[in-house]
T-cell receptor, first 110, second 116 residues
């Protein structure tokens, strides 16, 4: 069983709408949690990183939250743009070990 | 700053053939990673180098996969012989050092391998 579960698996929204992606993890001991954006045909690019003591982090229209007690994180995208169409991968680190989620495939339609 | 370079970008081979991928990390990055990403899944770590030494190769299928980083800079990943299930994107990433709270991995564009 994967230690990092993401939902939904895929999502289609209209341009300009908001959306929220979920990440639940069981990785322990927790070091940090990153959200990556992976455009088609490209490698993942880091959007945000949060440690145990941080419960929210923003990067432009992207806002990540972390609840270390329930081991849940979310990535909220505001006012979506066509260029937001990509896979979003949640990665949880325990010491030097990184665990990748399967990703959420987001499609933004005009 | 130049990013992580990988070549080739695409490769199509028949099963039982051999293939090699090349990666040049960001200058000064001591740690280099190879990942396998099967369609619809997250990346899976195959091997991690610290300079020219192997840190973790626990998930590398050593009967057919090999990797080297002889001079502690660029690296090659080889598959010999390839199987159908090896069809995937092979991602290379590098970081300044291994571990650390804010240590970020920078990924290359990947090599898409199709085994027929």
């Amino acid at each position: 069983k994967n230690q990092v579960e993401q939902s939904p698996q895929s999502l289609i929204i209209l341009e300009g709408k908001n959306c929220t992606l979920q990440c639940n993890y069981t990785v322990s001991p927790f070091s940090n949690l990153r959200w990556y954006k992976q455009d088609t045909g490209r490698g993942p690019v880091s959007l945000t990183i949060m440690t145990f003591s941080e419960n929210t982090k923003s990067n432009g229209r992207y806002t990540a939250t972390l609840d270390a007690d329930t081991k849940q994180s979310s990535l909220h995208i505001t006012a979506s743009q066509l260029s937001d169409s990509a896979s979003y991968i949640c990665v949880v680190s325990a010491n030097n070990d990184m665990r990748f989620g399967a990703g959420t495939r987001l499609t933004v339609k005009p | 700053e130049a990013g992580v370079a990988q070549s080739p970008r695409y490769k199509i081979i028949e099963k039982r053939q051999s293939v090699a991928f090349w990666c040049n990390p960001i200058s000064g990055h001591a740690t280099l990673y190879w990942y396998q990403q099967i369609l619809g899944q997250g990346p899976k770590l195959l091997i991690q180098f610290q300079n020219n030494g192997v840190v973790d190769d626990s998930q590398l299928p050593k009967d057919r996969f090999s990797a080297e980083r002889l001079k502690g800079v660029d690296s090659t990943l080889k598959i010999q012989p390839a199987k159908l299930e090896d069809s995937a994107v092979y991602l290379c990433a590098s970081s300044l050092v291994a571990g650390g709270t804010y240590n970020e991995q920078f990924f290359g564009p990947g090599t898409r391998l199709t085994v027929l």
